[in-house]
């Protein structure tokens, strides 16, 4: 895949994560559930930014994260997000560009603030998630750069982005576009809770043959086969796709490629800080070896590296150096 500019473009919803320590205390006061993801509204995101201790901004989102981890890597990534002529769309910007992401999506008033994700981390590493999808959820076809999308060896799309129907247009043309230019289509199921709402829209994705690159834990992917049992999920959707990848936090992951399958443990780390961005770096890490023509089982290592290094601080992006922690692996 030497023949582009970009390794990976990546499209997703442009949200700043504004996090913060908490305690389970005051996840059980706010009638909050734990490591879990709600959506809320504009009053709720000021009312609970309002309760909440000191915080931290960081340009987030999961295809952001996933792009800044690329660009970590050494590998060339581009982001395509909707964000709002605001201060928090500036500092978005500003953000992802400093992590040598390219992002060239003008800002749009859609009549709503840039999106934002209030993060409560329990002592034990776990956050709860409380995401005002705002300008994210008005990304239009017209903001794509197709040319963008011809220029990278592959795409990678996030499945929040699917649930509001102007985005969801955005990244079905994306994919035509791709396709179109022979370009390898990346895909993550994103949240159980996006397959509960949408596994029509995502079977019709993978049963066309449009996505080459799935990804998901064990919990997304035993749900979208409708069974309870990981072997006989990874089984009943590897047929579908080129190329399968499962992640199973502390019990490493797994991909699938033809008749080809290959396991890597996790990574040691000293403590689990923040388990935020995990998914997101361990896609990183992974699509940086996928776009270099690595293995499978290297690339699975490249993202064990990446989303070990990302749960022991704060925040989803890596603070020491991915390349140096991949060694000849990033060559």
Not at 18 to 35: R, Y
Not at 140 to 157: G, T
């Amino acid at each position: 895949m030497t023949d582009t500019r970009l390794d990976v473009l990546t499209i997703g919803n442009a949200i700043v994560d504004v996090i913060a320590d908490t305690t389970d205390a005051f996840l059980e006061a706010e009638g909050l559930t734990k490591s879990s993801m709600r959506l809320i509204d504009a009053e709720e995101a000021e009312r609970l930014y309002s309760q909440m201790g000191p915080a931290r901004q960081v340009s987030g989102g999961c295809a952001g994260n996933t792009a800044a981890g690329v660009s970590a890597f050494g590998g060339r990534a581009g982001f395509v997000g909707q964000v709002a002529p605001d201060q928090l769309g500036q500092f978005y910007r500003h953000d992802l560009t400093a992590a040598g992401v390219e992002f060239t999506t003008a800002a749009l008033d859609v009549g709503v603030p840039t999106a934002r994700s209030m993060i409560l981390v329990t002592p034990d590493g776990h956050r709860t998630m409380n995401t005002f999808l705002g300008a994210a959820q008005h990304l239009p076809s017209s903001a794509l750069d197709e040319q963008q999308i011809r220029d990278s060896a592959a795409i990678y799309l996030e499945g929040y982005l699917w649930d509001p129907e102007t985005p969801r247009y955005a990244m079905i043309r994306a994919i035509e576009v791709a396709r179109e230019a022979r370009r390898k289509v990346a895909f993550t199921l994103s949240d159980t809770f996006c397959i509960d709402r949408h596994r029509d829209g995502f079977n019709e994705l993978i049963d066309g043959g449009r996505i080459d690159v799935l990804f998901a834990n064990q919990a997304e992917i035993e749900m979208l086969a409708g069974v309870a049992h990981l072997d006989t999920a990874v089984e009943a959707i590897r047929g579908k796709v080129e190329t399968l990848v499962v992640t199973r936090g502390e019990h490493g992951a797994l991909a699938t490629r033809g008749a080809e399958r290959a396991e890597a443990a996790a990574e040691p780390v000293g403590e689990v800080v923040d388990t935020t961005g995990a998914g997101d770096l361990f896609a990183a890490g992974f699509l940086f070896g996928y776009s270099r023509g690595k293995s499978l089982e290297q690339s699975l290592k490249l993202g064990a590296i990446a989303a070990a290094e990302v749960i022991q601080h704060y925040g989803a992006r890596p603070e020491a150096d991915l390349r140096a922690l991949a060694g000849e692996l990033a060559a």
